[in-house]
């Protein structure tokens, strides 16, 4: 394998490495649970697909023959984790999960949340 190969196959390797243990760190660091969303889908979508991508050149190199294994993991991390952080926000505004008070647009959380279907009464008929 070539020292270039081997150059980009390292600095994926950094690069994915820091997005990770960014998004691991703002996981733990972040107060709110809508803040606290975005650090690991946005930072380790970036981070496991660099990681992959790095591990996809390294194999096709070893084996002699590209291998679409990898890129398929990360075409569903890319496509999955979006969509996962999405519901996890709207179940959490379903359930009227708290945000900071300096959270920025806290009206339309309210206006989303009055446009929720009324809660059943014991009393229906």
């Known amino acids: 394998m070539s020292f270039t190969v081997e150059l980009i196959i390292s600095v994926l390797l950094v690069i994915g490495s820091v997005f990770v243990l960014i998004g691991s760190i703002g996981l733990l660091r972040l107060q709110d649970l809508y803040v606290r969303l975005h650090a690991p889908t946005k930072a380790t979508t970036v981070g496991l697909g660099s990681i ?3 591990s996809m050149i390294y ?3 070893v084996q002699g023959f590209f291998s679409i294994n990898e890129l398929l993991i990360t075409l569903f991390l890319v496509i999955t984790a979006p969509v996962t952080a999405h519901i996890l926000a709207k179940a959490a505004m379903h359930n009227k999960v708290k945000a900071l008070e300096r959270t920025k ?6 206006t989303a949340r009055e446009q929720l279907p009324p809660e059943k009464n014991q009393d229906v008929k």
Not at 105 to 110: H, K, S, V
């Open 52 to 54: 992959l991508v790095a």
């Open 105 to 110: 647009n806290m009206d339309l959380m309210r």
């Open 59 to 61: 194999m096709t190199f």
